[in-house]
Structure formats: C-alpha cells, structure tokens
C-alpha cells in the first residue's frame, strides 16, 4: 500500500471525486489546493462521505518549497496532479494565465517530486489535444494540434512529462486524456461548481432547469450529424475517478509514459443531452437554436479501448446516470458550495 498520495487540485471537482475514491480504496491522501477555484466546503463534504478529513494545505502548487514540505511530512509515493485552469474561453482571453498557471505549476511540482525523489505521477490531460480536423473516434495516436492555449498547456504538459524518462528511468507517468466530464457524486455532496455564468452544456442546463437561467441556446443545428447538434463522448465523473485508480495500479508494474483515453466510447448529441435531462427533471428545458459557436468540432469520441486492455477499466455509467447525479446535485446545492466558500 502506498504511503501517501498528493492530489493536487483536490478539492476541484475531478479531484474531489477521485479523492474519495482512493479514500474508499483504502489510500492516504494529501490534497493541496489554493482553492482557486475550489471551496474548503469540499473537505467536509469529503469527511461526510468518507468518515475521513484528507490532511489539505492550502497553497499554490508554483510555492515549490511548499510542495517539498509536504512531500517529506507525509512519505507521499505518488502524485495525482489535477490542479490548473480549465477554461477555454478564458484562456484565449488570457493566454499568458494559462501558460504561467498550468505549465508553471507542473514543472514547480516536478521540481519538488525530482528533489523528494518521487517518480509517480498521473496528469490530467484532455481530448483537447487532439487535433479538430481528426476523425473520431481518436486513438491515443490520432494527430494532437490544439486549437486554444488551454489544450496547448495541456499539449506541452503532455511533451515534458513524457521527456522526464529520458533524464531518469524511475519515472512512471499517466497521461490521461479527459473526454466530456458530467456527474456528481451520488449523494449529491460533491460536484461542479461554476463562478459565473457557465461555459459548458451540462453546468448551463442544470441553471436553465432550475430556473437561474432563462434559457439554453443551442449553438447550431446544422452540422452534419444525426439531428444537425454536435456530439460529444460524455463521461461520468465517477467512472473518471475509477480510472484514476487504475492507472496508479498499472503504474506500480511498469516505468515509461503511458496515455489512455478515458471516454465511454459512445457519442450523445446536444439534443439527447437535452432530452434526456427534460426526461430526469420531468419538465421541458427552455431552448433556442442559436449561431455555431466558434471554436466546436462536429464530434469528439474516444476509443478507449487502450484503457481497458492495459487498465481493465472501462466507464460503466450512462447519460442517464450522469443526468440524474448533475440534477440531484444541482437540487442539493443550487449555489454550489457558496454558501460556505
Ligand atoms: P477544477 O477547477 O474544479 O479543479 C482544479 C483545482 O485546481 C481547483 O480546485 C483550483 O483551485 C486548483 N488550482 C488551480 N491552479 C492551482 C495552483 N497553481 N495551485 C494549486 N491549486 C490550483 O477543475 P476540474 O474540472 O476538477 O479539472 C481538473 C483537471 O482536469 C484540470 O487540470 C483540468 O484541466 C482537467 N480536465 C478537466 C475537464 C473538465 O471538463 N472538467 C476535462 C478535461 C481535463
Ligand atoms: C458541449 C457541446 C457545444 C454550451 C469543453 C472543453 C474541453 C473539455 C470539456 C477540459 C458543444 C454545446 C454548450 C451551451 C451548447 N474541458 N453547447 N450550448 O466544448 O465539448 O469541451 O469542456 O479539458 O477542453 O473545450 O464542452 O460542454 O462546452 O460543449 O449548445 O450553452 O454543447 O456547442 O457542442 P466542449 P461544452
């Protein structure tokens, strides 16, 4: 059993998710978090589900001296590293945050893992690397040419970190490339939370169902696709976290680099997303078909079949499922984590 894993970002919400899961598996956790974007709330939550309070220092990830503080106080083995920005509207807006905030702390915490010498370490990477012209479903060969900076850090993160084998054999890393996340934890006491007004579909939906929002607009329904919306491989975040422990288990065996697809493997359209919601929530969502938005592919879906031949891990859930978790959370907590951030 390891000693300690850092989860860096752990009080966000993948990284919320996966902490319980490695809690519930039996691992010791260290989160680091500068709650950014992320509540204190999330320990307790966390306590509530797990009957344990994860040792959180609240810090920035770039405080390297910080990082090696904590890798001597807890004997930390191996390193699950959530923590960066994720928004791609907002990255292309500030490319320069995106840059010194996602690269920088990655290569803070490699700094401090060399000095430590902890050689484990599992990345959260995205689709977005993948180039928009590819055709699905992408293999983890498919041509990576991301379109905006956010999948460009993502991109470069991917380059170095799989460059560490060549200064030291010892390294295991886990690339593991994010399809659509949706979910929440099924006691409704973890999960997404957006400042502002949301971004991406599911977050927006839920504002529309519960009345936040007054409408979704739905960005084109002219692609060429089934009903003319774009089609996305929408992946619970529970399924996620599973993965997470699974690539830390293959890990264990083996050095090198190694990128999986974690996606379900099956493409949703915006209107089935949509549809399927109106099913859950019993109501219709109020809807308009607005322009393309810039920036969409048509689809994105992944081949996950590495994941499961290397990892024995596959997602189990459905869009009905991530549906009902998104609705029951949004019920549970229609500000979020707000009220205590
Ligand atoms: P999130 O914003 O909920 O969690 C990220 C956490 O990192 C936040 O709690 C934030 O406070 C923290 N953080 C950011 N910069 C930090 C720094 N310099 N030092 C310390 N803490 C810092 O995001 P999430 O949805 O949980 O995403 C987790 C990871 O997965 C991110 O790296 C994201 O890019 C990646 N990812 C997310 C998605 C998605 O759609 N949610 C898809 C693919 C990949
Ligand atoms: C899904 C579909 C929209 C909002 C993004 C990032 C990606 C990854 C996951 C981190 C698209 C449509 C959306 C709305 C809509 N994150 N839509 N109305 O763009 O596939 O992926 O999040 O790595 O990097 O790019 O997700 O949820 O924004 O959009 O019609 O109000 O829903 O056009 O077809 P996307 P999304």
């Not at 319980?20 to 010791?28: F, I, R, S």
């Not at 019993?282 to 992944?302: C, L, Q």
């Not at 189990?316 to 979020?336: A, F, R, V, Y």
Request: glycine share 8%.
């Amino acid at each position: 059993m390891d000693k300690y894993v850092l989860v860096t970002g752990g009080t966000g919400y993948i990284g919320s998710h996966t902490a319980v899961a490695l809690l519930e598996a039996g691992y010791q956790i260290v989160i680091i978090d500068n709650l950014n974007n992320s509540s204190k709330e999330v320990l307790s939550r966390i306590e509530e589900i797990t009957g344990t309070t994860p040792p959180f220092v609240q810090a920035d990830l770039r405080d390297t001296d910080t990082v090696h503080e904590v890798f001597e106080k807890y004997s930390v083995t191996s390193v699950m590293h959530f923590a960066g920005h994720k928004a791609v509207g907002e990255s292309v807006e500030n490319p320069s945050m995106y840059y010194a905030n996602n690269i920088g702390s990655t290569l803070s915490l490699i700094e401090a893992m060399q000095a430590a010498e902890i050689f484990t370490l599992i990345f959260s990477s995205s689709a977005t690397v993948y180039s928009s012209t590819a055709l699905s479903p992408f293999k983890e060969e498919t041509e990576k040419d991301p379109i905006n900076p956010y999948g460009m850090t993502k991109y470069l993160i991917e380059q170095r970190l799989t460059d560490l084998i060549k200064t030291h054999a010892d390294w295991r890393i886990g690339l593991l490339r994010y399809f659509n996340p949706l979910g929440a934890h099924p006691t409704g006491r973890l999960g997404e939370t957006s400042i502002g007004t949301p971004n991406n579909l599911m977050p927006y939906l839920m504002q529309v169902a519960s009345g936040k929002l007054p409408k979704l607009k739905i960005f084109g329904d002219d692609y060429d696709t089934p009903d003319g919306t774009c089609i996305r491989d929408y992946i619970h975040v529970a399924d996620l976290a599973k993965g997470h422990l699974a690539a830390l288990q293959f890990l264990k065996g083996r050095t090198g680099a190694h990128a999986w697809n974690l996606g379900t493997g099956k493409g949703t359209s915006v209107l089935e997303l949509v549809e399927t919601v109106e099913k859950v929530i019993g109501y219709p969502i109020n809807r308009e078909i607005t322009s393309r938005r810039e920036g969409d592919v048509i689809e994105a879906i992944a081949d996950p079949s590495k994941a499961y031949a290397e990892l024995l891990w596959r997602a189990e859930l459905t869009i009905d499922d991530m549906c009902k978790d998104s609705w029951n959370w949004q019920q549970q907590n229609p500000d979020g984590y707000s009220s205590t951030r």
